[in-house]
């Protein structure tokens, strides 16, 4: 496990990074999806999924979370690898779970945990794709909490797995917890249009911020999270705001 600090804190709305730190991140994500207004190939509606994944999507999250305080090893992106938390919730081996489009996972020594699944549909997304991505993005961030709880003990109400679907234009984040009546709380925190106009592009690039400031609290929560000694099954509830 990575040296962690032996304080941490909880969420509590405030930014976990300067000014600077921030705006360095903001203009590096900027330099990689700039190229998108240039493009007259992303203007087409007739854009493929993986391209629309692969060229700009991906790029971009993985720009927001470099330098991140953990380091480049802690966490990384997989682009639609197994899920095993979904394999496992369903005891089935893990060449059987689902894959989500993109998703983060840290390692602690032989362990791996989901933070964040990301789901996206091409540019001319249908409501059933918008739908069917929902449904499947729930079921990896309740499979990932789950899987986070089964070993460790993060504190209960702030401690959470990220989900971001990305549906046509539209960018949704949403946040699934646990409470302490064992009850998986699904969020929808925030949602923007990908940097269509330059009008929007300040609430776009909140959005993603939101994204890094979450993680970082969220990694700290989970390696300073006690051990769960005991492997029985346990069960859980889900609710959602949306």
């Not at 729930?138 to 109400?157: A, C, F, I, Q, S």
């Amino acid at each position: 496990m990575p040296s962690m600090p032996d304080c941490y804190t909880l969420h509590n709305g405030a930014w976990q990074e300067s000014d600077d730190k921030l705006r360095i991140i903001s203009r590096n994500v900027l330099e990689v999806i700039k190229s998108v207004w240039r493009d007259p190939a992303f203007k087409n509606e007739t854009v493929s999924e993986s391209m629309y994944l692969s060229r700009i999507i991906g790029p971009a999250i993985l720009t927001l979370l470099s330098d991140n305080p953990f380091g480049e090893d802690l966490t990384y992106f997989s682009s639609e690898r197994q899920s095993i938390a979904r394999a496992d919730r369903r005891n089935r081996k893990c060449q059987t779970g689902r894959r989500p489009d993109l998703m983060l996972v840290a390692k602690d020594d032989d362990r791996t945990y989901e933070l964040l699944y990301l789901e996206c549909s091409k540019p001319a997304c249908t409501r059933q794709k918008e739908n069917d991505d929902k449904t499947k993005l729930w079921r990896h961030m309740n499979d990932g909490l789950y899987w986070v709880y089964k070993t460790r003990r993060p504190e209960k109400g702030h401690f959470g797995v990220i989900g971001v679907q990305v549906a046509g234009t539209k960018l949704i984040l949403k946040i699934m917890i646990r409470d302490r009546p064992e009850v998986h709380c699904l969020f929808r925190l925030q949602e923007t249009v990908q940097f269509a106009t330059v009008e929007v592009l300040a609430d776009f690039m909140k959005v993603l911020l939101t994204i890094r400031n979450i993680l970082i609290i969220n990694v700290q929560l989970l390696y300073n999270a006690r051990i769960r000694r005991s492997q029985r099954n346990e069960d859980s509830t889900t609710v959602t705001s949306e």
